[in-house]
């Protein structure tokens, strides 16, 4: 079973950045395509940022977009979420999962939620 364990959280002032990464157990990443997922206390959790299998295709939340890039590298069995120019409105638990190759959606085959990374913006 595809598993996921999220690191590279923190406490970060506005405007500054992080780099969130997360390594894929249990099966190799080389032909999924995965995304970025985030959830705020209170609300709903929402897709940030996804990538092809490939790496040649990416999306990104209108939220996001300019400030977030996402990345792999398949020979880690990693995907990376850079996130730069950061808001408090970014505070979340961020989440990996695999998404199908188009847009930005979990695959519903798969429900193994890792712990997650806590993000923390503020002065």
């Known amino acids: 079973q595809l598993q996921f364990v999220e690191s590279g959280g923190g406490l970060v002032q506005p405007g500054g950045s992080l780099r969130l990464s997360c390594v894929a157990s249990g099966s190799s990443l080389n032909y999924r395509a995965v995304g970025w997922f985030r959830q705020a206390p209170g609300k709903e959790r929402e897709a940030v940022s996804c990538?092809?299998?490939?790496?040649?295709?990416?999306n990104y939340a209108d939220s996001v977009k300019g400030r977030f890039s996402i990345s792999r590298d398949n020979a880690k069995n990693t995907a990376i979420l850079q996130m730069d120019s950061l808001k408090p409105e970014d505070t979340a638990v961020y989440y990996c999962a695999p998404v199908f190759e188009s847009g930005c959606q979990r695959r519903f085959d798969w429900d193994s939620w890792g712990r997650g990374t806590q993000v923390t913006v503020s002065s």
């Open positions: 990538i092809s299998s490939g790496g040649g295709h990416t």
